[in-house]
């Protein structure tokens, strides 16, 4: 028995396709905001990319992965590869 209710059953073929795009689309501005906003952030304060410590290398590194994941995962859903976008979903999984 499923624990969730199948809210696409009843909707339009073309109005789930709009709202990944829709999905799609807000994944890519939140990517071009983050990205804009330290790259703004980076020249107004003058310091240089090598100047930083290595913790903030590694947290920058790793928040832009979970971006890029994001975005990609949204792109996998449009293109209609919902079983290569749940593989990928199972294997970026932290195991217990």
């Not at 501005?29 to 930083?52: C, D, E, K, S």
């Not at 994001?70 to 449009?78: F, I």
């Amino acid at each position: 028995m499923m624990a969730t209710a199948n809210t696409l059953a009843g909707t339009p073929r073309n109005a789930v396709a709009s709202e990944r795009r829709f999905f799609l689309g807000m994944a890519i501005a939140i990517a071009a905001t983050v990205i804009l906003g330290f790259t703004v952030n980076a020249a107004r304060m003058h310091w240089t990319f090598f100047a930083l410590p290595l913790q903030v290398h590694v947290h920058a590194a790793a928040f832009l992965s979970w971006i890029i994941l994001y975005v990609v995962q949204n792109w996998l859903v449009v293109r209609g590869s919902i079983t290569r976008h749940r593989q990928l979903g199972c294997s970026a999984r932290v195991s217990r």
